[in-house]
T-cell receptor
């Protein structure tokens, strides 16, 4: 059974700092891994999707990596800004779900960037 | 291009009642997935529909059901509501091959069961 763990649960940093969010998963048999952002009381916004065959994806100040052999993914945020404050969730799409939209989510990391 | 639309945004019900939530996917998207989000359990998969057929189902009791219409709009229904059903219900849409494409989420329906 796929389990996804995110560390730390919460993080507070000063503006401008580079930071790394961690995600680990127990089953490496995944189609892809996605990183999402969720603002309070809102839905999820997809940030990056890494296919199983890929090692990393980049979008602006965000870079996500995937290491299936160790069951880990990281989200790197460069030059953090107060607007980056949100909860960040990673989710794996396991082989066991077939070609469907069943994602297994971590509990998230709540990030606060202080001005 | 309009995003995923969920209605209503907020809902208050009492135990024993039933509720229907609606989700309109992005135009052209044929897959709709539903998730339940609670502070204790996080995000949990409920079910997914593709071309009016349920393609996958999570570990929820039979009180939770859904359907999808020919225009890809989807509804989920919860019967005999329990206090533990209070949650944010999110739907997500995609073109239909979610193993290699992003899911787009709506803002959710916040259900409170009293």
């Amino acid at each position: 059974k796929q389990e996804v763990t995110q560390i730390p649960a919460a993080l507070s940093v000063p503006e401008g700092e580079n930071l790394v969010l961690n995600c680990s998963f127990t089953d490496s048999a995944i189609y892809n891994l996605q990183w999402f952002r969720q603002d309070p009381g809102k839905g999820l916004t997809s940030l990056l999707l890494i296919q199983s065959s890929q090692r990393e994806q980049t979008s602006g100040r965000l870079n996500a990596s995937l290491d299936k052999s160790s069951g880990r993914s990281t989200l790197y945020i460069a030059a953090s800004q107060p607007g980056d404050s949100a909860t960040y969730l990673c989710a794996g799409n396991p082989f066991s779900s077939g070609n469907t939209g069943k994602l297994i989510f971590g509990q998230g990391t709540t990030l606060q960037v202080k001005p | 291009k309009a995003g995923v639309t969920q209605t209503p945004r907020y809902l208050i019900k009492t135990r024993g009642q039933q509720v229907t939530l609606s989700c309109s996917p992005i135009s052209g998207h044929r897959s709709v997935s539903w998730y339940q989000q609670t502070p204790g359990q996080g995000l949990q998969f409920l079910f997914e529909y593709f071309s009016e057929t349920q393609r996958n189902k999570g570990n929820f009791p039979g009180r939770f059901s859904g359907r999808q219409f020919s225009n890809s709009r989807s509804e989920m229904n919860v019967s005999t509501l329990e206090l533990g059903d209070s949650a944010l219900y999110l739907c997500a849409s995609s073109l239909g091959r979610p193993t290699n494409e992003k899911l787009f989420f709506g803002s959710g329906t916040q259900l409170s069961v009293l």
